[in-house]
C-alpha cells in the first residue's frame, strides 16, 4: 500500500516562503554534486 | 593546425563545440554537423507538451551563432564512417549529405584529425507497431515539434473533458526496452496537473504504464534517496506521488502495438494484453543510427566502431547481472580502434543496462535501457572537448579528463506541475550514477548525495535551469562558469 502525503508534507511543499528557503538549498546541494567533480573508476585513478 | 570535427548539435555536440572553440585559438579548425537548424533544450519540451511554453522558447537557430563564434557549421548528415581515409584522402573522414538548400541531397566528405560522434540516440518509433506519430494517435514529447503536436492533441482531448466526456489519459514507455521513464513521469505529472487548471480532472482516467519492475526504477535500478530525515526508496516515493494524483499504474509492461485508441503490452507473466487510450504519450526505444563505416580500401569495419552505438572503452565482455561493475562503464569515451574518434553523451554505447535484466515467461525482454539524460550529455561532452583540446597542445595521447557514471553526480530535476505559485517538482540527485555496491554496499549510491525532494521548489529549480541552459547555449557572457 503507497504512503500517503500528509497534509502537513503538502503544506510544506506548496508554501511559497518556505519553499524559498528551499529553492536555495536545492540549488547548493546541486552544485556540491556538480563541484564533487568526476572520475574514473578504474585503477585507482580520481 | 588541427581540424576537430562534432557530429549532431544536441546537448553533448554543441557542448562540445563550445569548449573546443573557447579553448582553441583560430589556427585550429572547429567543425559541426548536424541535419538541425536549431538548437533545443530537450527538458523543456515536456512543457511544450502542456501548451505553457512554445517551441521559440525552447530552441534558437543554430547557424548565427556558429558563424558568430567562428564555427564553421554544416548542415548535413551523416553517412559513412571512413576513419583510414581512402585512396584520394589519408585522413579519416565523414561522408554527409547536405539536407537544406540549393546542395540539398549532395554528399560531401569531411576529414577530420578528431572526430566527436554526438549523434545521440534514433528515435526508434519502428520497433513498436504503430507507435510512429501519426500513424495512430499517439503522441511524443521528444522532440519540439512532437511535443507541439502532443499539447494540439492534449487540447482536443481537453475539449471533449469540457463537454461532459469522460477521456482515458494512458502515459509512459512505447517499448520492453524503451528508456526515458523520467520525461514520461515528468508529462503525466505535469497534464494531470493541467486538467485542474481546466477544471476537467474528474473527467479523466489517468494511467502510467511502464517497463519498470517497480516504479522510480528510471532505468537506474531504483534508488534509495534521502529524504532529509528518512531514507526512502524511489519506489515508494513515486508511489506516494502517483497515489496522491489519482494516477493508475501498469507496471513491467512491454508494449508491442499501438493501433487507433489501443496499447497492445505483455507483461512478465507473459500476459497479452490491452488498453484503451483517448490520448496518449509513449516514449519509443532509443536505437543506434544503423551507421556504416569502412576501411581505406573500402571493406565493411562497422563491427570496429559500432554496435548498435558508438563502441568505446566499456567492457562489452557479456556477463550476468550479478558480476556487473561500475568499471565495466566507460571513462573517456575513446573508440578503441580509432583513437581519435569518441562519442559522448547517447552516442556511446553503453557495456549492459543499469537496471536488473528481466524476461517475460514467454522469454521477452522486459526492462529498462539506461537513462539517457542532459547532465551527463554535457559531463562527457566536455572532458572529450577537454582531452581533445589537451592533445593538440600539448601532444601525446594520455587522456586526463575522465568520467565514468560510476564516479559522476547527476541531479534530476523533473518538474511535475508548472506554475510560479502553483508548480511543483521531484528533485532527485545522485552519486554514482550507476551505482557501485563494492563502495556503497548499503545503497549503491552515497546517502548523503542521493536526495528527495518535494515541492514548489523543484519547479523553481527546474524552470531557472531552463533559462540558465540555453544563456550557456547561446555562448553568452561567462557562459562556461555554468557547470553542466
Same mark, same amino acid.
Request: negative net charge.
Given at each position: 500500500m503507497a504512503k500517503k502525503i500528509t497534509r502537513f508534507q503538502k503544506f510544506i511543499m506548496h508554501n511559497p516562503f518556505i519553499q524559498f528557503f528551499k529553492f536555495i538549498y536545492l540549488n547548493i546541494k546541486i552544485l556540491n554534486v556538480v563541484a564533487m567533480g568526476h572520475g574514473g573508476t578504474r585503477n585507482g585513478k580520481k | 593546425m588541427a581540424k576537430v570535427v562534432v557530429l549532431g548539435a544536441g546537448i553533448s555536440g554543441h557542448t562540445a563545440v563550445s569548449y573546443l572553440r573557447k579553448n582553441l585559438s583560430k589556427e585550429h579548425e572547429v567543425v559541426i554537423v548536424s541535419p538541425n537548424s536549431n538548437y533545443q533544450w530537450v527538458p523543456s519540451n515536456i512543457w511544450i507538451g502542456i501548451g505553457r511554453m512554445k517551441p521559440e522558447q525552447c530552441t534558437f537557430p543554430l547557424a548565427p551563432l556558429y558563424k558568430k563564434k567562428n564555427i564553421t557549421y554544416i548542415q548535413a548528415k551523416v553517412t559513412t564512417f571512413h576513419p583510414e581515409g581512402d585512396h584520394e584522402i589519408e585522413k579519416g573522414f565523414v561522408t554527409t549529405q547536405y539536407v537544406?538548400?540549393?546542395?540539398?541531397g549532395e554528399t560531401v566528405k569531411i576529414d577530420y584529425d578528431y572526430l566527436i560522434? &554526438?549523434?545521440?540516440?534514433?528515435?526508434?518509433? =519502428? &520497433?513498436?507497431?504503430?507507435?510512429?506519430?501519426?500513424?495512430?494517435n499517439t503522441t511524443s514529447v521528444c522532440t519540439y515539434g512532437h511535443a507541439m503536436h502532443a499539447w494540439n492533441d492534449l487540447k482536443k482531448s481537453i475539449d471533449r473533458m469540457k463537454n461532459g466526456e469522460q477521456v482515458k489519459i494512458v502515459i509512459g514507455t512505447g517499448h520492453a526496452k524503451a528508456t526515458c521513464q523520467g520525461a514520461a513521469f515528468e508529462y503525466i505529472m505535469n497534464v494531470e496537473q493541467e486538467l485542474h487548471r481546466y477544471n476537467v480532472r474528474d473527467k479523466a482516467t489517468i494511467t502510467w504504464i511502464s517497463n =519498470?519492475? =517497480?516504479? +522510480?526504477?528510471?532505468?537506474?535500478d531504483g534508488l534509495t534517496v534521502n529524504m532529509g530525515n528518512q531514507l526512502m526508496s524511489s519506489k515508494d516515493l513515486i508511489e506516494m506521488v502517483f497515489e496522491d494524483r489519482g494516477i493508475r499504474i501498469i507496471k513491467r509492461a512491454g508494449v508491442y502495438k499501438v493501433e487507433e485508441g489501443k496499447v497492445y503490452y505483455e507483461n512478465l507473466d507473459g500476459d497479452h494484453k490491452v488498453e484503451a487510450f483517448d490520448f496518449a504519450m509513449l516514449i519509443p526505444a532509443f536505437s543506434g543510427h544503423g551507421f556504416k563505416a569502412y576501411d581505406k580500401?573500402?571493406?565493411?569495419?562497422t563491427d570496429k566502431l559500432f554496435k548498435g552505438f558508438m563502441i568505446v572503452d566499456a567492457d562489452y565482455t557479456a556477463k550476468p547481472y550479478e558480476e556487473w561493475t561500475v568499471q565495466d562503464w566507460p571513462e573517456t569515451y575513446q573508440n578503441p580502434n580509432y583513437q581519435n574518434i569518441f562519442a559522448p553523451g547517447i552516442a556511446f554505447a553503453p557495456p549492459h543496462t543499469i537496471s536488473k535484466p528481466r524476461t517475460s515467461k514467454n522469454g521477452t525482454p522486459i526492462f529498462p535501457a539506461p537513462p539517457r539524460t542532459g547532465m551527463p550529455s554535457g559531463i562527457t561532452a566536455k572532458l572529450v572537448a577537454d582531452n581533445i583540446v589537451e592533445m593538440i597542445k600539448k601532444g601525446g595521447d594520455h587522456l586526463h579528463h575522465l568520467g565514468s557514471m560510476g564516479n559522476m553526480g547527476a541531479a534530476c530535476i523533473a518538474s511535475t506541475g508548472f506554475g510560479i505559485l502553483k508548480g511543483k517538482g521531484v528533485t532527485i540527485t545522485t552519486n554514482p550514477i550507476v551505482p557501485d555496491y563494492k563502495k556503497y554496499?548499503?545503497? +549503491?549510491?552515497?546517502n548523503s548525495k542521493t536526495i528527495g525532494d518535494l515541492g514548489l521548489a523543484g519547479h523553481w529549480v527546474k524552470l531557472a535551469l531552463h533559462y540558465a541552459f540555453l544563456y550557456k547555449a547561446k555562448m553568452k557572457p561567462f557562459w562556461w562558469l555554468i557547470p553542466e
Open positions: - | 537544406v538548400g540549393d546542395k540539398k560522434n &554526438a549523434t545521440g540516440p534514433k528515435l526508434n518509433f =519502428e &520497433a513498436t507497431e504503430g507507435l510512429k506519430p501519426g500513424t495512430h =519498470e519492475y =517497480e516504479v +522510480g526504477d528510471f532505468g537506474m580500401t573500402g571493406n565493411d569495419i554496499p548499503e545503497t +549503491g549510491r552515497i
